[in-house]
T-cell receptor, first 112, second 115 residues
Framework: GENVEQHPSTLSVQEGDSAVIKCTYSDSASNYFPWYKQELGKRPQLIIDIRSNVGEKKDQRIAVTLNKTAKHFSLHITETQPEDSAVYFCAASIYKGNKLVFGAGTILRVKS | GAVVSQHPSWVICKSGTSVKIECRSLDFQATTMFWYRQFPKQSLMLMATSNEGSKATYEQGVEKDKFLINHASLTLSTLTVTSAHPEDSSFYIC???????????FGPGTRLTVT
């Protein structure tokens, strides 16, 4: 089955700096890659996603890149702010509405 | 956006008792719902796929007789933790895709504590 690895497990950055979180997946059939932000005790919140037919997607300070050949995708957050501090999860799924396989998560701390 | 609710939001039960958690899609129909479990400081792990009108599909290592899933309607799936033990204490979250789209909508989660 699908396996998703996520790095780093923790990331501390200074406010205003950029943060990058990387994930690799094992199943070449996966075609949907969402990123979630989760605050303590809350549900995961979708922040950006990408499908396998594109290589990059951007939404204001957040961007995701996908390399299908290498089977890895990355989350980029620019101009980080203290409110960006949370746990971030990447995930992968094979087709529409199918189960998500999550990475282990990254604790992001933005120091002001 | 689509709304998924869960009830209860938190529950405390005694060891050996059963607890039922409900997951509802409030403004759309969901033929499929997913149940995840999240232990403290860990990721979300899929437990089972709930299918409306048919048996649930369980992930490897998840006991189907302990975690009973019923998807009796297009808007409701229930997860019953039977004979709960302290090691079952966790955050249980459901999700549902809408209209066969890619995005999944998560419920707010249920915090289960077994004493």
């Amino acid at each position: 089955g699908e396996n998703v690895e996520q790095h780093p497990s923790t990331l501390s950055v200074q406010e205003g700096d950029s943060a990058v979180i990387k994930c690799t997946y094992s199943d070449s059939a996966s075609n949907y890659f969402p990123w979630y932000k989760q605050e303590l005790g809350k549900r995961p919140q979708l922040i950006i996603d990408i499908r396998s037919n594109v290589g990059e997607k951007k939404d204001q300070r957040i961007a995701v890149t996908l390399n299908k050949t290498a089977k890895h995708f990355s989350l980029h957050i620019t101009e980080t702010q203290p409110e960006d501090s949370a746990v971030y999860f990447c995930a992968a799924s094979i087709y529409k509405g199918n189960k998500l396989v999550f990475g282990a998560g990254t604790i992001l701390r933005v120091k002001s | 956006g689509a709304v998924v609710s869960q009830h209860p939001s938190w529950v405390i039960c005694k060891s050996g008792t059963s607890v039922k958690i409900e997951c509802r899609s409030l403004d759309f129909q969901a033929t499929t719902m997913f149940w995840y479990r999240q232990f403290p400081k860990q990721s979300l792990m899929l437990m089972a796929t709930s299918n409306e009108g048919s048996k649930a599909t369980y992930e490897q290592g998840v006991e189907k007789d302990k975690f009973l899933i019923n998807h009796a309607s297009l808007t409701l799936s229930t997860l019953t933790v039977t004979s709960a033990h302290p090691e079952d204490s966790s955050f249980y979250i459901c999700s549902a895709p809408r209209d066969n789209l890619y995005e999944q909508y998560f419920g707010p989660g249920t915090r289960l504590t077994v004493t």
